[in-house]
């Protein structure tokens, strides 16, 4: 009897490109939402990639994989998502309809779905 060798899995990056904004004092490392509500980060092989996700306003950092684990873990944060893809954006409120009688209140922001993580 043989076995068939597990197929080996693609190497992680070492430097990633991860979604960041300014904050008052220091670039600030964005995380998202998955379905439970679960926050995790999320980075990308290649600014290509992130672009193609989040588009080409979202500012990003390059970073060592550790780097981005580490900063992660010290903001509460377990879960490193890399290469996650776009799933869908949340429906926009479009107001009352006889489906809704009642006005619904406008969203504050727009929320981006990336692979069921919300931002």
Aim: charged share 20%; no cysteine; proline share 13%.
């Amino acid at each position: 009897m043989h076995s068939t060798p597990a197929p080996a899995a693609e190497p992680s990056p070492s430097r990633v490109f991860v979604p960041a904004h300014r904050g008052p004092r220091a670039v600030v490392l964005r995380t998202f939402l998955d379905p439970l509500g679960v926050r995790t980060g999320v980075a990308f092989s290649s600014p290509a990639l992130l672009r193609a996700v989040l588009g080409e306003d979202q500012a990003h950092v390059e970073l060592g994989v550790g780097a981005v684990r580490a900063l992660l873990r010290a903001a509460g944060t377990q879960d490193l998502r890399i290469d996650p893809r776009l799933v869908a954006a949340p429906p926009a409120d479009r107001g009352p309809s006889a489906a809704t009688p009642a006005p619904v209140p406008a969203v504050p922001r727009a929320r981006l779905r990336v692979e069921g993580f919300a931002a």
